[in-house]
């Protein structure tokens, strides 16, 4: 990040993507100065209430994997629910 940040050198945002799932991986990731903006996908998806979380200072509640038992609160369509639950790489991981 830090090779391709130098290399456009302000001529275009820079967004750091890579499992940016607890508060202190935003935190750090960003404090980089790398990356004008971060992506956490993942982490939207565990948590729909991400903005809440981070804004009222509970960051240690943002969950790091879904919860099966908790299927209503994520508000998933049947089809993306049921990828999440065989685990794939790709997306949030499941609690075990």
């Keep these: 990040m830090e090779l391709i940040h130098q290399r456009i050198n302000g001529k275009l945002p820079l967004i750091g993507v890579g499992n940016l799932i607890t508060a ?16 956490v996908g ?18 240690q509640e943002i969950s790091t994997a879904l919860d099966p038992e908790r299927k209503a609160f994520y508000r998933f369509p049947d089809y993306l629910w049921d990828l999440n639950m065989k685990e794939l790489a790709f997306l949030p991981p499941v609690k075990k």
Excluded: C, D, Y
């Design 42 to 59: 993942k982490t939207v998806l565990l948590n729909p209430n991400i903005v809440e979380l981070i804004q009222s200072g509970k960051t």
């Design 24 to 39: 202190e991986q935003m935190e750090e990731a960003f404090a980089t100065g790398w990356a004008e903006f971060i992506a």
